[in-house]
């Protein structure tokens, strides 16, 4: 693949975490419509948000606009844990605050509802063409023109038909829509606010609003009576849809994303006025753009009032249990969360709904306990090598049940840890893994295991006797960074030397067979610690990445290294020692942690191209990037193996 990319002129490839990091410099002229669009879009942006603007600004623009910096990535993953994501991406309720503020400038401006409507419709098109055409925008701004146009031909609006109008002109549009988690959750959201609000409403507020409306008020007391009705329907308002919106949208976020948080509906009523204020700020300084002063000194309140808002999220990110992973639940769990909400609110309708109420909480919390129960333990050793591109990531389970990590990192990923290694473990149903051990100093063999500290796991880390020490050439920051967080989390760091042996389980036990203490001048590589993993009779070589010089040395004690399995060392890489080595380990099957299958280099010639060739042929072979991540079951005298995408 390299010598292709070559060829044809192709001489880097690199990941992102997310389309939104990148950043479009220089924009393809497509149609009159799409030119136009992207230069109202551009426009915007740069009233908004100019080159040179921090965070605050940069949140402002996203807030009005939907365009994501690549700088918000990390205050954007922070929302999502608590639980309030949804207010930095364009939704019904900035839409609705845009055009009600539309709407009621026209009414002040003595305009008929009529054409207050139609201006708002207008104004909601131009909007259209600076904001960025998501699922959510796009289903708020259907709801919002059948709305306005059921004003302007005198007709009544339903706001159900409304979402069932934008439902049907999306899926005809795109109809793989109604399987993404964006999707469901938008129209799920909406729809449980339309038909559940007032049953909610009424359940918690319905005696304090049965006593105001027999309160009688004078004519002096028309503050007072303003306070009583409108400010106490505001506030009643807020927190029913704040605690509406997080019921209605558990079920789904615990389904697709297997995290819960409960601070999510008390965060959404304590930033929701600040980003109704930050929206206002922005519209503001959009409609003010003839006037570069006064536009400029909003975009600078609003940026003030968006960076308000990133502190609160950054203080909720302090707050004990921000947000709870769950490991994964179905769809009949799904549907059962909701039938459970449905009755609890609506219960006074039911005929016996407390006792039909009380069956469905009950029927809810124990297809949750269940769902939660881990995995039983396997009756032999289980080894999962990850499918992490270029790098190494393996995972081992013990007949005890214990899980253990060896390596846990990719070049390829840099977020291998939160995208790959965490949901593998939550998706087996596995326990969190008490014990890591990292070979070596190779970014691709340990930057996947900050995630794994940061979730509580890895309370015992291995390492050789040079990672992270004072004067090693190897420790670069990413080093010292790992050794600092080890530090703060109060994991045991334990060093390993040749002839050590932890033992998992009185049938599980990992022999730490190389490097040999006392030779700081090795190659970074060589230094690898090279683990035999053995369950009962059978075993695995885990080597690292070692190169010759440790290839050689063990080669020339096959007992030592001898093993069912081995994984490939240096994910295939070839060296003039590798088929030696292999032959002198004999196993029954390979496995190679790579996105492609190692075909020999220039410098290996034809010999590295039989030897690659062979490899199918001798042995049970598997590359993690053709064939998916790898389970082998070792123990009791058998080896099986299997291979999913």
């Not at 006064?294 to 909720?316: E, K, P, Q, R, Y």
Request: charged share 20%; proline share 7%; aromatic share 8%.
């Amino acid at each position: 693949p390299a010598e292709f990319a070559r060829l044809t002129g192709r001489l880097v490839r690199f990941r992102v975490p997310a389309a939104s990091a990148v950043r479009v410099l220089a924009e393809s002229s497509g149609s009159w419509c799409q030119r136009v669009r992207d230069g109202a879009s551009r426009w915007a942006r740069q009233r908004l948000a100019p080159p040179d603007s921090q965070r605050p600004r940069l949140l402002l623009e996203a807030l009005v606009l939907g365009r994501r910096d690549p700088s918000l990535l990390g205050l954007q993953d922070s929302m999502a844990r608590a639980g309030v994501a949804h207010l930095m991406s364009i939704s019904g309720m900035h839409l609705g605050i845009f055009l009600g503020f539309i709407y009621l400038l026209c009414r002040v401006s003595t305009l008929g509802r009529r054409q207050s409507a139609a201006v708002a419709l207008v104004c909601l098109a131009g909007y259209l063409l600076l904001a960025e055409p998501r699922s959510p925008l796009l289903r708020s701004a259907i709801m919002a023109a059948a709305l306005c146009a059921g004003a302007i031909v005198y007709r009544p609006g339903s706001s159900l038909n409304a979402l069932a109008l934008a439902a049907a002109v999306l899926l005809a549009i795109e109809p793989t829509d109604l399987f993404r988690p964006g999707f469901q959750l938008s129209f799920a959201t909406v729809a449980g606010l339309i038909l559940l609000y007032g049953p909610l409403r009424g359940l918690l507020f319905g005696r304090f609003l049965r006593v105001r409306g027999l309160r009688v008020y004078r004519d002096e007391q028309r503050v007072r009576r303003w306070l009583a009705h409108s400010v106490a329907d505001m506030a009643i308002g807020a927190v029913t849809i704040s605690i509406l919106a997080w019921l209605v949208s558990a079920p789904l976020v615990v389904w697709h994303f297997g995290r819960i948080s409960p601070y999510g509906a008390p965060l959404t009523l304590a930033i929701a006025p600040l980003v109704t204020a930050a929206l206002v700020c922005g519209y503001l300084s959009l409609a003010m753009a003839w006037a570069p002063n006064l536009a400029g000194a909003l975009a600078s309140a609003g940026g003030s009032v968006a960076n308000v808002i990133a502190s609160v999220v950054d203080a909720a990110a302090l707050l004990p249990g921000p947000a709870f992973s769950v490991r994964p639940v179905g769809p009949v769990w799904v549907l059962a969360a909701y039938a459970a909400i449905v009755l609890a609110i609506v219960h006074r309708r039911l005929w016996l709904g407390r006792a039909w109420a009380l069956a469905g909480v009950a029927c809810l919390a124990a297809m949750t306990v269940v769902t939660q129960l881990p995995a039983a333990a396997p009756d032999m050793a289980e080894l999962h090598v990850l499918d992490v591109g270029a790098g190494n990531c393996i995972v081992l389970r013990a007949p005890g049940g214990r899980t253990m990590i060896f390596d846990a990192g990719s070049l390829g990923r840099g977020e291998s840890g939160r995208e790959i290694l965490l949901p593998f473990i939550r998706h087996e149903r596995f326990w969190m893994p008490s014990a890591a051990a990292v070979s070596h100093a190779n970014s691709d063999h340990y930057n996947a295991l900050p995630a794994v500290i940061d979730s509580g796991g890895a309370r015992e880390v291995y390492l050789n006797d040079y990672f992270g020490r004072p004067g090693d050439p190897a420790s670069g920051p990413g080093v010292l960074d790992l050794m600092a967080r080890l530090a703060r989390s109060g994991a045991a760091v334990r060093r390993l030397t040749p002839g050590e042996v932890i033992r998992l389980d009185e049938r599980t036990e990992v022999e730490v067979i190389w490097p040999p203490p006392g030779r700081p001048e090795m190659e970074v590589n060589d230094r690898s610690l090279v683990f035999r993993v053995r369950c009962d009779d059978r075993s695995v070589l885990l080597p690292g990445d070692i190169s010759d010089e440790a290839q050689a040395a063990l080669t020339a004690q096959p007992e030592k290294i001898r093993a069912d399995v081995l994984v490939l060392p240096h994910h295939g890489y070839w060296r003039e020692s590798l088929p030696a080595f292999v032959a002198a380990v004999a196993p029954e099957v390979v496995v190679v942690s790579s996105p492609v299958r190692p075909a020999g280099t220039l410098k290996g010639g034809q010999t590295a191209k039989k030897f690659y060739e062979s490899l199918p042929m001798r042995y049970r072979y598997y590359v993690t990037g053709l064939n998916g991540y790898v389970r082998v079951r070792f123990g009791r005298g058998e080896v099986t193996e299997e291979a999913t995408r």
